[in-house]
């Protein structure tokens, strides 16, 4: 694992980022390792220990923004809920859905939406009833 400027990737905190190399490095004590593993396992160390501690410092700092913002992405609201948010029944929420006006997903016998989908939505209804 190389630290280089992309555009696409996966950001874990410095914890994490420790704690996934030591579980590597007893799995490649422990097994077998595929010489790709065996690879992943050094290299992720290597990129661990060789952060100073302000940098440790400054990137959980950068990990507890990113979550807090991830966390929202993934709140989810059932079809009465969003009916709330958006003022409407829970039939035309669903209509929305069947339309593909929003996006949901099938929960059983119940939809589940992304709530940050639903209230931009609302949003964007209640910034056009008022402009």
């Not at 996966?10 to 030591?22: I, K």
């Not at 003022?87 to 859905?97: F, H, K």
Request: glycine fraction near 8%; charged fraction near 25%; aromatic fraction near 4%.
């Amino acid at each position: 694992m190389s630290v280089t400027a992309q555009r696409s990737g996966v950001f874990v905190s410095l914890d994490d980022a420790t704690y996934l190399a030591d579980l590597l490095a007893h799995l490649c004590a422990t097994t077998r390792p595929s010489p790709q593993l065996s690879r992943l396992a050094r290299l992720l160390r290597v990129s661990c220990d060789s952060l100073t501690p302000a940098q440790g410092k400054h990137l959980r700092g950068l990990e507890s923004q990113c979550d807090a913002g991830q966390a929202a992405a993934y709140d989810l609201v059932d079809v009465k809920e969003a009916a709330g948010i958006l003022g409407c029944s829970p039939a035309n929420v669903r209509d929305l859905i069947a339309r593909g006006r929003l996006a949901g997903h099938r929960a059983g016998r119940n939809w589940l939406l992304p709530a940050r989908v639903v209230v931009e939505r609302a949003e964007r209804r209640a910034a056009r009833h008022a402009g």
